[in-house]
């Protein structure tokens, strides 16, 4: 069984500063870990992903994220945001070797980016 | 266009009826998911569909709900009888294959309220 805790729920934030939205997982098998962003009223777009190799993962919009096994965190960073990075933020987790295929998903971070 | 595709945007129905949502997958995608997202929480995983492999259906909550795919095509998902706990947002995703590690692209989901 896998499960996924993303421990702040709302995390306010000045325009231009850094941020770090938490992400720790649960899961009796190795798995992958992926960080998605959701706009009001729109389906999920992939941010980042963690499959194998270097820890420190960049993706889009200025996003990083660093995989940390022993910590079992995942958690998501931006050095300055912006405006346009309000949205909610789900973290999640795929299963590398069994049958599972679906992400377990955390129950979200709403990130709100003040002027 | 080139995404995935769900109709309708927004349903509206009494307690009781049944309704029938729609998936278009991202062509040439063999897999398909479904996830419910209830209001302020994360996403569930309702159920996979990969190639013409029988479908996982372990996350589908009662026997109230199914979900059909013809070949590597239109999804729809049906709930019978629907409840008002079935108000919720619903999500469907496709990815190129069944690999975990694959991204799944989303849909911007079926709004479904339940009065």
């Known amino acids: 069984a896998q499960s996924v805790t993303q421990l702040d729920s709302q995390v306010p934030v000045f325009e231009e500063a850094p941020v770090e939205l938490r992400c720790n997982y649960s899961s009796s098998v190795s798995v992958y870990l992926f960080w998605y962003v959701q706009y009001p009223n729109q389906g999920l777009q992939l941010l980042l992903k963690?499959?194998?190799?270097?820890?420190l993962v960049k993706g889009i919009n200025g996003f990083e994220a660093e995989f940390n096994k022993s910590q079992t965190s995942f958690h998501l960073r931006k050095p300055s945001v912006h405006i346009s990075d309000t949205a909610e933020y789900f973290c999640a987790v795929s299963d590398r070797n069994t049958g599972r295929r679906a992400l377990t998903f955390g129950s979200g971070t709403r990130l709100q980016v003040q002027p | 266009g080139a995404g995935v595709s769900q109709s309708p945007s927004n349903k509206v129905t009494e307690k009781g009826k049944d309704v029938e949502l729609r998936c278009d997958p991202i062509?040439?995608?063999?897999?398909l998911y479904w996830y419910r997202q209830r209001l302020g929480q994360g996403l569930e995983f309702l159920i996979y569909f990969q190639g013409n492999s029988a479908p996982d259906k372990s996350g589908l909550p009662s026997d109230r709900f199914s979900a059909e795919r013809t070949g590597e095509s239109v999804s729809t998902l049906t709930i019978q009888r629907t409840q008002q706990e079935d108000s919720a947002v619903y999500l469907c995703a496709s990815s190129p294959g069944q690999a975990s590690n694959q991204p799944q692209h989303f849909g911007d989901g079926t709004r479904l309220s339940i009065l």
């Open positions: 062509s040439g995608h063999t897999a």
């Open positions: 963690y499959l194998s190799g270097s820890t």
